[in-house]
């Protein structure tokens, strides 16, 4: 597989954009990979997609208070940071997004291959939050921190609320509809079909 833009715990200032992903144009390639996250604090998740076919196998929160965390896979795309407003364009390398929140385990919505994301973020303790991004692969992550928290407090136990960041508007939309979520940590995923 073609390797995308790759970054580690960068922080996406006012005015930044960074491209994300590959495009797979090779459909008749056999795809299969399993993805999963296991966190100090507790959130998990595991996931496998078999040629398109995405199937959760499972997902837990975080233990106590937790920054929002977002994830696009199996993508490419754009991230951009304006004013306060960071804003996601990105191509599924199939012929949907599915995404699930990790606290509920389970699909929330599905969307066609073409989608824009927008969020808002706010602190608990009405700091400054920058978002610090991630991509890899056909991967987007953005964590949520504030600004005078280093990345490196990503990986602790247990988060105080100084150390929070979270969605105050999140919003996925396509060409036929748009939705809002609340505040939590998501997946965003490419793939054709979902089975439970």
């Known amino acids: 597989?073609?390797?995308?833009?790759e970054s580690d715990n960068k922080r996406l200032r006012d005015g930044m954009s960074q491209s994300f992903g590959v495009e797979i144009t090779n459909r008749k390639v056999t795809h299969k990979s399993t993805s999963?996250?296991?966190?100090?604090?507790?959130?998990?998740?595991?996931?496998?997609?078999?040629?398109?076919?995405?199937?959760?196998?499972?997902a837990g929160p975080a233990r106590g208070i937790h920054r929002n965390d977002?994830?696009?896979?199996?993508?490419?795309?754009?991230i951009k940071q304006n004013e306060g407003t960071?804003?996601?364009?990105?191509?599924?390398?199939?012929?949907?997004?599915?995404?699930?929140?990790?606290?509920?385990?389970?699909?929330?919505?599905?969307?066609?291959?073409?989608?824009?994301?927008?969020?808002?973020?706010?602190s608990l303790t009405e700091a400054a939050i920058t978002?610090?991004?991630?991509?890899?692969?056909?991967?987007?992550?953005?964590i949520l921190l504030p600004e005078n928290?280093?990345?490196?407090?990503?990986?602790?136990?247990?988060?105080?609320?100084?150390?929070?960041?979270?969605?105050?508007?999140?919003?996925?939309?396509?060409?036929?509809k748009t939705k809002k979520y609340s505040a939590g940590d998501y997946v965003i995923i490419g793939a054709d079909s979902f089975v439970k």
Do not use: C, W
Request: hydrophobic share 30%; net charge positive; charged share 20%.
């Open 1 to 5: 597989m073609p390797k995308g833009p």
């Open 149 to 176: 928290v280093k990345p490196k407090k990503i990986y602790v136990k247990e988060h105080k609320p100084n150390e929070i960041g979270i969605f105050s508007v999140l919003s996925i939309s396509d060409e036929t």
């Open 70 to 78: 977002l994830l696009v896979a199996n993508a490419s795309g754009q």
């Open 86 to 122: 960071t804003s996601i364009t990105a191509k599924s390398n199939f012929n949907k997004f599915y995404v699930f929140n990790i606290d509920y385990e389970y699909v929330v919505d599905s969307f066609s291959k073409n989608v824009s994301i927008a969020f808002q973020t706010l």
């Open 131 to 142: 978002p610090v991004i991630s991509s890899y692969g056909s991967d987007l992550d953005v």
């Open 36 to 58: 999963s996250r296991g966190s100090y604090d507790g959130t998990q998740y595991r996931y496998t997609n078999n040629n398109g076919t995405l199937r959760i196998l499972y």
